[in-house]
């Protein structure tokens, strides 16, 4: 299996910083990287897609990067409503894997 | 705009089979371009895939779970459903459901449902 780990588990940030999550493939992925964002008791919501693509309504202050296999997404300014736990999946290779998480708190 | 909803029982006693459905509305099921799966989230812990499946019944399995899963569908009510057997309490997680897409490069989950907390517990 494809292994995605994610850095930092969890990061304290405030109003208005920027923030970047990181999540590093065990092996090459092609760019076939999603993000969500998770808030408690909900279903994940997609933000981005193949890496960089942004999912229709999601907020221009989301944006996602690739280097190899290092995948980050960067928040621009953060609002009180990003505040939440953030997800990577990689879907280039069955089974389907998810980081581990990063709890993004106030 | 999709809309899904899981529904099944909320307790399971360990050995037994887990059994839920998901009720897909806003669209049809019976759509060239997306899979239909079921993902977990064990309290505290982190998302995992469990299977996929086209309309047409084509199935995909997460290995580490294949030997135990059944994943169908049911067109005529625009729902699919999972099994799970011989559950133990490792298998207590929050089970969704998720629109995926079936064109290569995008198998990411679009649309999910809200979930539904199964705990294996005699």
């Given at each position: 299996?494809?292994?995605?780990?994610?850095?930092?588990?969890?990061?304290?940030?405030?109003?208005?910083?920027?923030?970047?999550?990181?999540?590093?493939?065990?092996?090459?992925?092609?760019?076939?990287?999603?993000?969500?964002?998770?808030?408690?008791?909900?279903?994940?919501?997609?933000?981005?897609?193949?890496?960089?693509?942004?999912?229709?309504?999601?907020?221009?202050?989301?944006?996602?990067?690739?280097?190899?296999?290092?995948?980050?997404?960067?928040?621009?300014?953060?609002?009180?409503?990003?505040?939440?736990?953030?997800?990577?999946?990689?879907?280039?290779?069955?089974?389907?894997?998810?980081?581990?998480?990063?709890?993004?708190?106030? | 705009?999709?809309?899904?909803?899981?529904?099944?029982?909320?307790?399971?006693?360990?050995s037994?089979?887990?059994?839920?459905?998901?009720?897909?509305?806003?669209?049809?099921?019976?759509?060239?371009?997306?899979?239909?799966?079921?993902?977990?989230?064990?309290p505290?812990?982190?998302?995992?895939?469990?299977?996929?499946?086209?309309?047409?019944?084509?199935?995909?399995?997460?290995p580490?779970?294949?030997?135990?899963?059944?994943?169908?569908?049911?067109?005529?009510?625009?729902?699919?459903?999972?099994?799970?057997?011989?559950?133990?309490?490792?298998?207590?997680?929050?089970?969704?459901?998720?629109?995926?897409?079936?064109?290569?490069?995008t198998?990411?989950?679009?649309?999910?449902?809200?979930?539904?907390?199964v705990?294996v517990?005699?």
């Amino acid at each position: 299996d494809i292994q995605m780990t994610q850095s930092p588990s969890s990061l304290s940030a405030s109003v208005g910083d920027r923030v970047t999550i990181t999540c590093r493939a065990s092996q090459g992925i092609s760019n076939y990287l999603a993000w969500y964002q998770q808030k408690p008791g909900k279903a994940p919501k997609l933000l981005l897609y193949a890496a960089s693509r942004l999912q229709g309504g999601v907020p221009s202050r989301f944006s996602g990067s690739a280097s190899g296999t290092e995948y980050t997404l960067t928040i621009s300014s953060l609002q009180p409503e990003d505040f939440a736990t953030y997800y990577c999946q990689q879907y280039s290779t069955n089974p389907y894997t998810f980081g581990q998480g990063t709890k993004l708190e106030i | 705009q999709v809309q899904l909803l899981e529904s099944g029982p909320g307790l399971v006693k360990p050995s037994e089979t887990l059994s839920l459905t998901c009720a897909v509305s806003g669209g049809s099921i019976n759509n060239d371009n997306y899979y239909w799966g079921w993902i977990r989230q064990p309290p505290g812990k982190k998302l995992e895939w469990i299977a996929s499946i086209y309309y047409r019944g084509n199935t995909f399995y997460n290995p580490s779970l294949k030997s135990r899963v059944t994943i169908s569908v049911d067109t005529s009510n625009n729902q699919f459903s999972v099994k799970l057997s011989s559950v133990t309490a490792t298998d207590t997680a929050v089970y969704y459901c998720a629109r995926q897409g079936s064109v290569t490069g995008t198998y990411y989950f679009d649309s999910w449902g809200q979930g539904t907390l199964v705990t294996v517990s005699s």
